[in-house]
Nanobody, 135 residues
Framework: QVQLVESGGGSLQAGGSLKLSCAAS????????IAWFRQVPGKEREGVAS????????FYTASVKGRFTITQDNSKNTVYLQMDRLQPEDSAMYYC????????????????????????????WGQGTQVSVSS
């Protein structure tokens, strides 16, 4: 079964760091867009960071640039989100998503680069992990 499993959430004080993990089954990991989204109750799901695992191309939303880093470990089929200098406004449920259950061809991926933080293009989602940052 193709799936994504997140881990690493928790509660901490402002200024601290957390590292989220997204373990993907093999067919969903290779040469695919994998992204992190976050959502608070009553608001739309927000794209935080994405990576195309075929080329390691990365994208970030403006509010996390310089604080969050998305990386991949091909030996573990895992994408990480290192979150530093966390602030209360970063508190949310964080979700990992893959564009689909199988690889995205490179040419198609090129055309999707600018939309890689758009939740509507992602078909495979994890169950979420909660991050709570107190001031």
């Amino acid at each position: 079964q193709v799936q994504l499993v997140e881990s690493g959430g928790g509660s901490l004080q402002a200024g601290g760091s957390l590292k989220l993990s997204c373990a993907a089954s093999g067919s969903a990991y290779s040469s695919n867009f994998i992204a992190w989204f976050r959502q608070v109750p009553g608001k739309e799901r927000e794209g935080v960071a994405s990576i195309y695992t075929g080329t390691s191309s990365k994208f970030y939303t403006a509010s996390v640039k310089g604080r969050f880093t998305i990386t991949q470990d091909n030996s573990k089929n895992t994408v990480y989100l290192q979150m530093d200098r966390l602030q209360p406004e970063d508190s949310a449920m964080y979700y990992c998503a893959a564009l689909g259950p199988t690889a995205t061809p490179a040419l198609e991926a090129l055309g999707l680069m600018r939309r890689s933080l758009d939740a509507s293009i992602y078909k495979l989602w994890g169950q979420g992990t909660q991050v709570s940052v107190s001031s």
